[in-house]
């Protein structure tokens, strides 16, 4: 079935288009999601929904290299998905906002229905 034979309501089209975000903000919205599409990166920021932490810390709690925690917070980071505090010679990390803590919930709640 052709596109005109499935929709004949090209005022109804224009109507979605209008709507939607465009191009630039979509592939910004795929790019952040891609950060909850692996595992470790999730686990890092649920174990930073206890505060704010240092890379041994978390490496501790998750059982995990910090030279691996290390690469996943560079990560988590260039997407503003934590932030960085400098005390001396040690990095603590925290999430960036109450958004992150709100998505990840979300996320939690829609696969536990």
């Known amino acids: 079935m052709s596109k005109k034979e499935c929709c004949k309501d090209e005022g109804f089209i224009k109507e979605v288009q209008m709507h939607m975000e465009n191009e630039e903000t979509m592939y910004m919205l795929a790019d952040f999601f891609k950060n909850f599409g692996d595992s470790t990166r999730v686990r890092i920021m649920g174990a930073l929904f206890n505060g704010?932490?240092?890379v041994g810390t978390?490496?501790?709690v998750l059982d995990m290299?910090?030279?691996a925690v290390s690469h996943q917070l560079r990560v988590l980071k260039s997407s503003r998905l934590v932030k960085?505090?400098?005390e001396g010679k040690l990095v603590?990390?925290?999430?960036n906002d109450e958004h992150i803590e709100m998505i990840y919930k979300m996320g939690i709640e829609h696969i536990l229905e």
Do not use: G
């Open 52 to 54: 704010e932490m240092c």
């Open 58 to 60: 978390i490496a501790n």
């Open 65 to 67: 290299t910090q030279s």
């Open 84 to 86: 960085a505090r400098k």
């Open 92 to 95: 603590f990390y925290s999430l």
